[in-house]
């Protein structure tokens, strides 16, 4: 199995969330949603996915309810809470911002810092 | 947002464990269904993408406990919230219905903070009298005051004690670790015209020593500086004073304040709230001999029988009060036996040694003030269950009109466990409110009882402290469910049908029932509270109509402070003659006397011999004690004089000497005989001349209003004993005492101006703290009666106007069926009085059962005074008839056409 990248829990909950930023999804949909987006590049289990479904279900930020799928089989959706789409929009502000002065420091032209 | 009443229906099945774990396993099946589903649309076989879903998967096991554990804490988290959430709506839904109905709401609330503002100041009372031990002093429990029981068989007890006892304890008592001398006195600081009487106390050094206490600054006194006449003229501030009157300033120690006449310097500070084993503020301690001259401190520390300190002591650790009090009563008595005391006054000191504890229980428990305290403390437990009563009332009424309203919601299927929960929330609500605007009533209405209480100990005392704060919420939540609670479950017996039938009206069977059971309870405990006033106003009646051999109301006692070691004790004399020659020429003075002793205050022994007689005869009360007054004593202080004459003018130092005695002294000493003209020797030694007897005088008291009555007699000055001199001045006046004492002070100063500071008091106020506890059992009866009989007649008014209103329809049939207009306010008045009747009954019972638990607190009264019972039955009567009048016109003036019209 090809190893990716390691994902912590708190960025994988913001990727759940941003997949479930415009409609209901079931854990397979989700799990679908993020391997075409990142080719399987990071290193996650599925299981992990609906560990952070779990999670933000505690923490309010995600609701889940049974549903059926357009194969008429049964499945749990979930969908983002008012307070997750929030939580969501802060903290992919807050990537941006880190991910912009961290790639700024490591890839911007070496100024002279010595004499200000 | 799914709404939580959604979410618990899909989330059903997630309750239970099993429910979980079934819930969780379906997820995993329905994912691995799905999973495979997709990958197989991807181009895998089936057994292709069945194992690369395991695999994507991860460790099956691990993943499924993995997540189970976060679903637990995920359902109980959700569960918390949901509750959470239904509360707030509840509570939303409750304040807006209260909103609704405001006049219910502030009655409500009001009746609640009546109650239990009551309550919590009381609750704060009895926690600084009887709970909160003495500030920074050291385990109170080994710390004891010093008293002596006197007589053989009266149960007085002597609080006073003289130098000698506090040597015999001090020097031989081994059980003591320290033992200490004090006295409260009055100071006056501060120079001329911004001369200031402060409450001060004179100690010796090891009063701080026994107590524990550290100063806060500076040093208290050394041993040095206390235990010789004149003592050091060294000064340690009360933290209160010091913060007041100068700034908390650190500098001010090792400078000097004016005291009286001398300079005293400031060696410390004690810490903030120490005010010895008392509640009232202390402004500042001095050594115990700094105002006393060497011949004076000698003469007193032989003077066995000179009752003027009051003694504390420390117990060593591991001595027993057994043992310190054998050891203790020991110690006085072989000095006693030492000092070469006459047999009299031998016998009289023969006695055991009390020791009380400084724990709040022990040194204020058995006061007669504390146990009133707590009486009342328990009785506004009544005024509480009263208020109680009257909110489930009013509760119950309102649950009556919302009838309809809970039947229509049990028929749509909110559950009845959840409306119990709203109608029991109201209650809290109400009760939460009430219990916020108890606090106002502690600090604003309590104000009042902590004086009346408390007294000096109330300027001391917060009104809300963090305990005062704890009992006020305990409480309310306490009553909030009680009073919610009740009428919660009484509306849950509704009939859904018949109550959707009626619209709410009709028969009311068992709510009319509690209704009328709740005043029921209201009549009997105002009926207690009733009885218990009358009790204690008639206690209070009685001990002032003890003769007290004086007519205390219209005498002021003025003092002059001596605080000046230079001050001779022949220029006290000189003083209190010009002060007596001031006074007598003041508007508004009948008469003025000079004397030694004050009666409520101090009193001495003398030993008196009688010619042909080997002792005296004396009752339990010992003596005989002896007084040194002027000539017009008797008239200033409104003493009868039943034989012979009184002290005149020309009885002087060098005229022929005279005594007068009292009552008691003559039936005993001389029984059936006439005393005037026979003489007796008073004072020690041979060479005392024979007094004669040329006046009889009624009994008067030596120190409590309930005493044994004792043998007493008088002499002019410049007659008797050497050590008698003037200590006080007693001024007759036309008016009550208290209304000019204050302007008699201002005068009687600027009069003398060049004297050290005369301090004038009615003597009432001497007097006053002995009936203090009939007092305050009178007047906290009396108002917490009077805020019974306001609760229950607005309770009984509303009941009977909600049943008048209720039954319109049956008075009107009855009207129509011929029933007059006075029949009907008949039946209306009867259903009160029927109930007052019952209730009043029980609590007659109650009162008496009651009564002989309150019998102790009494005096004179019988706690079974057919009298005191009488007119609480009566004044109930009253009450009930006004409560109902109204309701019963109102009865009376139905209209029998409409009333069955709208039918």
Not at chain 2, 113 to 120: E, R
């Amino acid at each position: 199995m090809a190893k990716g990248q390691p994902v912590s829990k708190g960025t994988l909950d913001i990727i759940v969330l941003r997949a479930l930023a415009w409609s209901p999804m079931h854990g397979v949909e989700i799990i679908a949603w993020l391997e075409d987006r990142t080719g399987r590049r990071l290193d996650l289990d599925d299981s992990g996915v609906y560990q952070a479904l779990y999670r933000m279900e505690t923490r309010g930020l995600v609701s889940a309810e049974w549903g059926v799928t357009e194969n008429k089989r049964r499945a749990r959706y979930y969908r983002a809470t008012p307070s997750g789409a929030a939580y969501l929009r802060t903290e992919t502000r807050k990537w941006v911002r880190y991910a912009e002065t961290v790639t700024e420091l490591l890839t911007g032209p070496r100024t002279a810092g010595g004499d200000a | 947002m799914i709404r939580p009443g959604v979410r618990r229906f899909f989330s059903l099945a997630l309750r239970t464990r099993r429910g979980r774990e079934q819930d969780v396993h379906d997820e995993i099946a329905s994912h691995f269904e799905l999973r495979i589903e997709q990958l197989m649309r991807g181009g895998l076989s089936y057994d292709a993408a069945r194992a690369l879903a395991q695999e994507r998967f991860g460790p099956l096991d691990r993943s499924k406990e993995q997540l189970l554990d976060t679903a637990t804490r995920r359902e109980a988290r959700m569960q918390w919230n949901e509750q959470l959430d239904s509360v707030r709506q509840d509570a939303g839904f409750a304040v807006r219905q209260l909103r609704r109905s405001p006049g219910f709401a502030i009655t409500t609330i009001l009746t609640l903070a009546l109650g239990i503002g009551a309550n919590a100041t009381m609750f704060g009372i009895v926690d600084r009298l009887l709970l909160e031990p003495p500030a920074h002093v050291t385990d109170p429990a080994r710390v004891a005051t010093v008293s002596v029981e006197m007589g053989t068989t009266a149960k007085h007890t002597q609080e006073r004690l003289s130098l000698p006892i506090y040597y015999d304890l001090l020097n031989t008592a081994a059980a003591f670790s320290d033992v200490s001398a004090y006295n409260p006195a009055t100071l006056s600081i501060g120079d001329g015209q911004t001369a200031q009487l402060i409450p001060a106390v004179a100690a010796t050094a090891s009063y701080f020593r026994a107590l524990g206490v550290a100063p806060l600054a500076g040093r208290f006194f050394t041993d040095d500086e206390t235990d010789q006449a004149p003592g050091a003229h060294v000064i340690v501030l009360g933290y209160q004073y010091w913060q007041r009157r100068m700034g908390g300033a650190t500098n001010v120690i090792g400078s000097t304040v004016p005291v009286g006449d001398d300079r005293y310097r400031v060696i410390g500070i004690a810490p903030a709230g120490f005010t010895g084993l008392g509640l009232s503020e202390v402004a500042a301690w001095v050594p115990l001999t700094a105002s006393m001259t060497a011949p004076a401190y000698a003469s007193q520390r032989h003077k066995r029988t000179y009752f003027s300190l009051s003694i504390l002591a420390r117990l060593r650790a591991g001595v027993s009060y057994e043992a310190a009090i054998a050891q203790g009563s020991a110690a006085m008595q072989s000095g006693a036996l030492l000092d070469e005391l006459s047999p009299e006054e031998a016998r009289q000191l023969n006695q055991r040694l009390i020791l009380t504890s400084a724990l709040p229980r022990d040194a204020r428990g058995s006061r007669a003030d504390s146990k009133v305290a707590m009486l009342v403390a328990a009785v506004s437990l009544l005024v509480l269950i009263i208020a109680c009563a009257n909110v489930a009332n009013l509760q119950l009424a309102r649950a009556l009109t919302r009838r309809r309203e809970v039947a229509i919601r049990l028929a749509l299927g909110v559950s009845r466990s959840r409306l119990v929960r709203q109608l029991a929330l109201d209650g809290l609500i109400l009760s939460l409110a009430g219990g916020a605007a108890a606090l106002l009533v502690v600090v604003w209405g309590g104000q009042f009882v902590r004086r009346l209480l408390l007294g000096g100990a109330a300027s001391t005392t917060v009104p809300v402290s963090w305990r005062v704060l704890a009992f006020t919420g305990v409480a309310a939540v306490l009553v909030g469910i009680v009073t919610g609670l009740a009428p919660a479950l009484q509306s849950m017996r509704t009939d859904l049908a018949h109550a959707l039938r009626t619209g709410g009206r009709g028969t009311h069977g068992s709510f009319s029932r509690t209704r009328f059971m709740l005043i029921g309870v209201q009549a009997a405990l105002t009926v207690v509270l009733l009885v218990g006033t009358v009790l204690f106003v008639r206690s209070l009646r009685r001990i002032e109509s003890v003769p007290l051999g004086m007519d205390s109301s219209h005498v002021l006692s003025a003092r002059i402070n001596r605080a000046s070691l230079s001050y001779t004790n022949v220029q006290l004399a000189r003083d209190y003659d010009r002060l007596e020659e001031a006074a007598s020429t003041l508007p508004d003075v009948q008469a003025v006397s000079r004397a030694m002793m004050t009666p409520f205050s101090s009193s001495t022994a003398v030993q008196v011999s009688l010619p042909g007689r080997d002792s005296v005869p004396l009752t339990r009360d010992g003596g005989p004690y002896y007084n040194a007054v002027g000539p017009n004593f008797f008239r200033t202080m409104g003493t009868r004089v039943i034989r012979g004459r009184s002290f005149t003018a020309s009885d002087r130092a060098g005229s022929s000497p005279v005594l007068i005695v009292n009552e008691t002294l003559a039936n005993l000493w001389w029984p059936n005989e006439n005393p005037i003209g026979k003489c007796a020797r008073v004072g020690e030694g041979d060479s005392v001349p024979c007094a004669q007897i040329v006046g009889v005088v009624e009994d008067t008291r030596r120190h409590a209003i309930i005493e044994e009555p004792s043998v007493m007699l008088f002499t002019p000055f410049g007659q008797g004993p050497a050590f008698a001199q003037p200590y006080v001045l007693f001024i007759r006046t036309r008016r009550p005492a208290a209304d000019v004492a204050s302007v008699m002070g201002t005068r009687l100063r600027a009069a003398a101006a060049s004297m050290p500071f005369v301090s004038v008091t009615p003597l009432d106020n001497l007097i006053a703290p002995q009936m203090q506890s009939w007092k305050l059992g009178a007047m906290m009866f009396g108002l917490f009666a009077a805020l019974a009989i306001v609760l229950a007649s607005v309770g009984l008014y509303g009941v009977m106007a909600y049943d008048v209103a209720q039954r319109t329809s049956e008075l009107g049939v009855r009207m129509a069926l011929g029933a007059q207009a006075a029949d009907v306010r008949r039946l209306v008045l009867f259903r009160g009085l029927r109930i007052a009747t019952l209730g009043g009954g029980v609590g007659l019972v109650l009162a008496f059962v009651a009564g002989a638990r309150v019998a102790p607190l009494l005096f004179r009264t019988s706690p079974h005074d057919p009298a005191a019972f009488a007119l609480a039955a009566a004044v109930l009567a009253a009450v009930t008839m006004a409560a109902t009048l109204v309701p019963a016109l109102r009865a009376s003036r139905v209209d029998p056409n409409s009333s069955l019209r709208a039918e």
